[in-house]
């Protein structure tokens, strides 16, 4: 925080995400609200999250080729034009399902580019020596505002609806471009001439692939995106019936999720150096597996607050082990691809993992869904835990 660069950035970052979580929740609920269907609620994560499974690469190798402030610039104010849109058409009461899952397909388009370009900016910012900490607090605005956005969004959606909480989310952009114009960013190439666009791309992965450890943490990431986060798509289902607290119920869920991943982001920090990353990570994916699991069983509202806590705990331990690892060992010139790489992981299965998870909560009711596709997270934790002591062993 001593350099101004990355305060000024930090506050319109932190600003901007308490508004697109203050959106996440009152479209999560207009959506099940207009459709009352569990997997039409699937469908619209699928169109935000498909463009990731083939794009998200090509977007760290433009975020090593090109400006990223400018590039979040233009992203940025895509980002706000949707949501002026979407308040626009919920104000006409001209609003319809097909048009939500078409900007949702818009605001994926434009996530592939900004958000492997957004995590490599503080590379920028700060220096060298405090790479690792600029990382941790880049993750701490997301996760605080995942805190204080779904609170504000379920209240907001209680008392006025969905158009304004649309609204809040649009204006709370200036926040970012304003502090974006402040920045004076150069490009990194490391004095390299530039590739194309697949050989740029292959650059990326043969860095992951020939270091074990980095690449272990990966395919944790890609499993968990697969198979465990998804429950995330059905927390309108459980807070209207299985749980039954309502919209302000709704934005209370997603608050304590963002509590524990907060927690869990401060609990990586002060035990990184301590335990090794290995065993962080198992104990991070076997305790999140088992927390979602019995989140999804219990049907009484404290005890799944709770539980929610601690699978945001435990899935934030996770993913921010493996994005500080990757970025602290990827060299400047590298470091938009291997960032991509993660992104990929995580939101390259989250449009085939809502589809699923909306059709089986469909089949069996969302939850058996969730007990069911996290049951995969639990065997995969496992199996991983038994393969490190087994080499501990040898």
């Known amino acids: 925080m001593r350099s101004p660069a990355f305060r000024r950035y ?16 009152a479209q999560s609920w207009l959506v099940y609200e207009l459709t009352r269907s569990e997997f039409l609620l699937g469908v619209v994560g699928f169109a935000s999250g498909a463009p990731m499974l083939f794009l998200a690469p090509i977007g760290g190798a433009l975020a090593d080729r090109w400006n990223r402030r400018n590039i979040l610039l233009i992203t940025q104010s895509l980002f706000a034009l949707s949501a002026f849109a979407l308040a626009a058409l919920t104000y006409a009461g001209a609003i ?15 996530l592939t580019v900004d958000l492997p370009t957004r995590q490599s900016l503080v ?11 600029g990382i941790a607090l880049n993750a701490a605005a997301f996760h ?28 709370s952009f200036s926040a970012i471009l304003l502090a974006l114009l402040s920045l004076r960013i150069q490009p990194s190439t490391d004095g390299r001439a530039p590739t194309g666009i697949l050989q740029s791309l292959r650059e990326g992965v043969a860095f992951v692939r020939a270091r074990r450890g980095l690449m272990l943490l990966w395919l944790n990431v890609l499993v968990l995106s697969t198979f465990g986060l998804s429950y995330l798509v059905l927390l309108p289902v459980f ?4 749980l039954q607290v309502g919209k302000t119920g709704l934005g209370q869920l997603y608050t304590v999720a963002g509590i524990g991943s907060l927690a869990g982001l401060l609990l990586t920090a002060r035990l990184s150096g301590e335990v090794p990353r290995g065993w962080l990570v198992i104990l991070a994916a076997n305790g999140f597996a088992w927390s979602v699991i019995g989140f999804a069983l219990t049907t009484h509202p404290l005890a799944a607050k709770g539980l929610l806590m601690l699978a945001g705990m435990f899935g934030v331990m996770q993913l921010v082990s493996t994005n500080t690892a990757l970025q602290t060992a990827a060299p400047d010139y590298l470091r938009g691809r291997v960032v991509s790489l993660h992104t990929w992981a995580i939101n390259a299965p989250a449009p085939f993992a809502s589809l699923l998870i909306g059709k089986l909560a469909q089949l069996w009711g969302a939850p058996t869904a969730v007990a069911v596709s996290t049951s995969v997270c639990a065997l995969f934790a496992v199996a991983l835990a038994l393969q490190k002591e087994a080499r501990a062993l040898r």
Request: net charge negative; charged share 10%.
């Open 10 to 25: 930090w506050v319109g970052a932190f600003l901007s995400f308490v508004g697109s979580w203050v959106q996440n929740v």
């Open 96 to 110: 319809r399902y097909e048009y939500i899952v078409a900007l949702a397909l818009l605001n994926g388009l434009v």
């Open 123 to 133: 590379a920028h910012l700060v220096p060298r020596a405090d790479l690792a900490n």
């Open 144 to 171: 605080t505002a995942r805190i204080l956005g779904p609170a504000i969004g379920g209240l907001l959606l209680e008392w006025v609806g969905a158009a304004p909480c649309f609204l809040v989310n649009a204006l």
């Open 239 to 242: 807070a209207a019936e299985v």
